[in-house]
């Protein structure tokens, strides 16, 4: 939750609790009734989905179904591979050969449905921000629907695969919630200009911070959390 002093000229109210003066940006929660109608009706301000919650819960579905196939696989390997090294049989071994052969076949694809994954879910991270980490422009809700529409869709092709509804309705869920947090982050650039305004009325340094410094500070941001992890 983002809380500041009221800008001049804005309206002064107290609610929730709130010192007189001080305005409620916006509140960020794990979607729970109670909490969104406390930012709506109690603080008067915008109900933000959390992001840590919503990707746990797009990820879950389809994550947690590809990895019981790798593990299924590998065992499944361990178990035919196990079998041919005891086999005695030329016949015998042959056929285990080519039951093995068959299998490792599947491979693969599990590991390009897997980068499909991890991918997605690295550039849907990557796309909810205030600004687009690759060219450093302002991003509203028009372009954080584009960014997000792509791979979305990677994981609605792998929910045929993998999580089957489950995972569809995860999806379903998250993009229901791409208003709210497009809506956080327009409020995250309404603070910033008003305490901008706060700070500075030279119009130039205004216009240098939001079109210079805060582009670059998040593009180092970014960078550095890509190569850490």
Request: charge should be neutral.
């Amino acid at each position: 939750m983002t809380i500041g002093p009221t800008p001049p000229g804005a309206p002064r109210f107290s609610s929730g609790g709130l010192l007189p003066g001080w305005q409620c940006h916006f509140m960020v929660s794990d979607g729970a009734p109670a909490l969104i109608k406390l930012a709506l009706s109690g603080l008067a301000c915008v109900s933000v989905a959390d992001l840590f919650h919503a990707l746990r819960a797009l990820a879950q579905p389809i994550g947690s179904a590809i990895g019981r196939q790798v593990s299924q696989f590998n065992k499944k390997t361990q178990t035919l591979q196990q079998k041919y090294a005891q086999a005695t049989n030329d016949a015998k071994r042959q056929d285990l050969q080519q039951s093995i052969d068959a299998f490792q076949a599947q491979q693969p694809i599990l590991e390009e449905d897997k980068n499909t994954y991890h991918q997605a879910l690295q550039t849907i991270t990557l796309a909810i921000h205030p600004f687009n980490l690759f060219t450093l422009e302002w991003q509203l809700f028009g372009e954080l629907s584009t960014c997000l529409s792509t791979p979305l869709e990677q994981l609605s092709t792998l929910a045929y695969s993998y999580g089957g509804n489950k995972a569809t309705k995860a999806i379903d869920t998250f993009e229901q919630q791409i208003p709210s947090m497009a809506q956080g982050i327009q409020a995250w650039w309404r603070w910033v200009k008003e305490a901008l305004t706060l700070k500075t009325g030279r119009l130039e340094v205004q216009q240098w911070v939001l079109t210079v410094l805060l582009p670059w500070a998040s593009m180092a941001a970014a960078s550095g959390q890509n190569s850490s992890s």
